[in-house]
T-cell receptor
């Protein structure tokens, strides 16, 4: 069965520090997609990134970067020079291969990040 | 481009009452999903629609829950005879197509059952 583990329940950092959020996944599928979503205090899930299982290149978007390592089934997320606005719950997620399409997204339990000014 | 909208944002009800939530997906999105999120947990899949057809339902969706998407546009999620265990955030998401297309989420409806 598919599963997503985010071992860090809560993280606190001081503003401008770098922080890495860990994500480990389990799947028997060879083709799958991984996602990161941000959920600020307002509650709305904000899409950050989607990565397919065949693309192991790291990705950088501004202060955000993602490290996908298939060998360790990890898809970690790093925020560089954190800001107070980064305070949120971050979810790592995996598609579940359902019949003939990838429609069900399996979410991890989330990591609550607090950036202290 | 208007995002996914949900109504109401908050609902407080007494145990045993029926409640109905509405979700308006991003226009032209064919897929619509419902998730439930309890405090401190990630969202859990409930059901999804391809246009007006309901294609999959989770075991979490008991007989008291029913979802519809008439005409393949907005969707409603109804909970009958609410129980305190139904208290949660109900999230709606839509995607342009199925498959691994990114799902975009609405702000959610927070249900509190007293």
């Amino acid at each position: 069965a598919q599963k997503v583990t985010q071992a860090q329940t809560e993280i606190s950092v001081v503003e401008k520090e770098d922080v890495t959020l860990d994500c480990v996944y389990e799947t028997r599928d060879t083709t799958y997609y991984l996602f990161w979503y941000k959920q600020p205090p307002s509650g709305e899930l904000v899409f950050l990134i989607r990565r397919n299982s065949f693309d192991e290149q790291n990705e950088i978007s501004g202060r955000y970067s993602w490290n996908f390592q298939k060998s360790t089934s990890s898809f970690n997320f790093t925020i560089t020079a954190s800001q107070v606005v980064d305070s949120a719950v971050y979810f790592c997620a995996l598609t579940d291969f359902m019949k003939t399409s990838y429609d069900k997204v399996i979410f991890g339990p989330g990591t609550s990040l607090s950036v202290i000014p | 481009d208007t995002g996914v909208s949900q109504d109401p944002r908050h609902k407080i009800t007494k145990r045993g009452q029926n409640v109905t939530f509405r979700c308006d997906p991003i226009s032209e999105h064919n897929r619509l999903y419902w998730y439930r999120q309890t405090l401190g947990q990630g969202p859990e899949f409930l059901t999804y629609f391809q246009n007006e057809a309901q294609l999959e339902k989770s075991r979490l969706l008991s007989d008291r829950f029913s979802a519809e998407r008439p005409k393949g546009s907005f969707s409603t999620l109804e909970i009958q005879r609410t129980e305190q265990g139904d208290s949660a955030m109900y999230l709606c998401a839509s995607s342009l197509t199925g498959g691994a297309d990114t799902q975009y989420f609405g702000p959610g409806t927070r249900l509190t059952v007293l």
